[in-house]
């Protein structure tokens, strides 16, 4: 016969009492058992789907603490903690008593886990209120659960619910190039610069009479920028009709089958995606024959903070994490682009983001382009978060149709056309991964990056504006404005009308 564990958990009922606003929480004791053994992936992964399929979320905090320490055992034993008060995200440098709460924490689990300090994985972060730690014991999830000062558990080295799928979209890795089709650009000055056919759907060249991103920086939070493409390097990006401005690289993630390493993979893509998100925004208007970025005269700041575009590692999470508070702490920064996500909200991306938005950064996040995993889904995180500004990708028909692979939904702020109206090949065409090669992509991906750099045009063009003006110019100059679409926000953005 198995044994099982007799546990005590509070439940916990909080009746609100409307006229007073006063809350009176009530408590009662429950015996509850569970298995020694934990649960299999497959079971754990068939009640991930039903509450996906049931409520449209997963949230790893409204399960039952045996079905969390079983997504440890299947996770590398990383717990990651966020502690503090409901809603601290992040605390400020000697903070002693959120130091005390989360040393507190440690110690328990020290103790729970019977284990010293010096063979403990543990890594701390310096800015949010949250940690990672080795757990392997039931115990110590059921006396953490019982404590104040937690705000979450995640088991982020659960990395199993997606299974061996590959990515059938164009928003993925892919490092080869495409022969373009010439109906899909025009050229402009200087001698046979490319312009993307969706550009002028949104009135980008024409606005570029009025500014071209100069003195603004964008922050890419990606795979990387490709090493082999050099008009996204520190001499290339300056070359034509670009001038004065920067791209630097930065790497924090970490190529590692042990979540506690330090072997950080470098700035550069090996994937693709990054280099055509990079491209889109901030590619140079020269004459070599190649795609323009929307805003060729901004500043990059690339980050390879993930492999691909789903955020189902440990070490993705963290990177992406990690690339949000960098980001965030640079004044010079104003703009933020993510196109990566995941299905479920991830609690450490979702403090950075919130300590980045406290910043003063505008985030703008992917609305979901799909793969053999996504499709199907909603708007997916972190583009579902109040924080983010979420785009999606369109056809280009009369009536408003999302893009094969593109997501919508309430959560949507604004959409890009991406393709043509049945016609999934008429695509944006980029950088390609090596010199002289261009690609096409698409999805919400790129929908992401073009608004992007709309943005970086109007703040260019209105250097002393703030967040939100910035944000409410976008959109005013959106086709549904002052409404918003229930599945495609306020539309299409006339770039002309936003810098005017």
């Given amino acids: 016969m198995k044994k099982m564990y007799t546990l005590v958990v509070l439940l916990i009922a909080i009746t609100i009492v409307s006229c007073s606003k006063d809350t009176v929480i009530e408590t009662e004791a429950e015996a509850v058992e569970f ?4 649960l299999t992936i497959e079971q754990i992964n068939q009640r991930i789907s039903e509450s996906i399929r049931t409520t449209g979320d997963f949230d790893w905090n409204t399960e039952d603490a045996h079905f969390l320490w079983s997504a440890l055992m299947h996770g590398q034993n990383v717990l990651t903690v966020g502690y503090g008060n409901e809603g601290q995200s992040f605390g400020e440098a000697g903070d002693t008593d959120l130091q005390n709460k989360k040393n507190n924490l440690i110690a328990t689990i020290l103790n729970k886990e019977d284990v010293v300090k010096s063979d403990f994985k543990l890594k701390e972060d310096d800015i949010l209120t949250v940690f990672d730690a080795e757990v392997t ?11 104040a000062n937690v705000r979450y558990l995640e088991p982020n080295g659960y990395n199993h619910y997606t299974g061996e799928v590959q990515e059938k979209s164009s928003s993925g890795c892919d490092t080869s190039g495409d022969s ?18 969706h550009f002028n759907e949104h009135n980008i060249p024409n606005a570029w009479n009025f500014s071209t991103g100069s003195g603004v920086t964008i922050g890419l939070i990606d795979t990387g920028v490709s090493k082999t493409q050099s008009l996204l390097n520190s001499v290339g990006i ?14 924090t993630f970490i190529d590692s089958n042990w979540w506690w390493s330090s072997n950080y993979d470098g700035p550069h893509d090996k ?3 990054g280099t055509a998100m990079g491209s889109t925004m901030a590619s140079p208007r020269n004459d070599n024959g190649m795609p323009v970025g929307v805003a060729y005269n901004a500043n990059l700041v690339a980050y390879r903070a993930t492999e691909d575009v789903l955020l189902n590692d440990y070490h993705e999470r963290k990177g992406v994490s990690q690339a949000l508070v960098d980001l965030g702490n640079r004044s010079d920064v104003k703009i933020i682009s993510m196109s990566i996500g995941y299905v479920w909200s991830i609690g450490n991306i979702k403090d950075a983001v919130k300590y980045a938005y406290s910043k003063n950064k505008l985030i703008f996040a992917a609305g979901g382009t799909s793969t053999s995993f996504t499709n199907g889904f909603g708007v997916i995180f972190p583009a579902t978060m109040s924080e983010t500004v979420a785009v999606t990708g369109v056809n280009d028909g009369s009536n408003y149709e999302r893009c094969d692979t593109c997501h919508s939904g309430s959560k949507i702020d604004f959409t890009i056309i991406m393709e043509g109206d049945n016609n999934t090949s008429k695509a944006p065409p980029v950088l390609g991964f090596y010199d002289g090669q261009r690609r096409y992509t698409g999805g919400s991906s790129v929908a992401t990056a073009t608004t992007a750099g709309i943005a970086a045009l109007i703040w260019s063009r209105y250097p002393s504006w703030s967040r939100t003006q910035v944000l409410n110019r976008l959109k005013q100059s959106a086709e549904f404005y002052p409404n918003k679409n229930s599945s495609f926000g306020y539309g299409n953005i006339d770039a002309l009308q936003a810098v005017q």
Avoid at 137 to 147: G, Y
Avoid at 187 to 193: E, G
């Fill in 180 to 197: 373009i089709s010439s109906s899909h650009y025009s050229t402009i000055a200087p001698n046979n610069a490319q312009v993307s056919w």
């Fill in 137 to 147: 014991k039931l115990e110590t999830i059921i006396a953490l659960r019982e404590s």
């Fill in 271 to 273: 994937c693709g995606h």
């Fill in 35 to 38: 298995s020694e053994n934990p």
């Fill in 238 to 251: 300056n070359d034509g009709y670009s001038s004065g401005r920067f791209v630097q690289k930065y790497g």
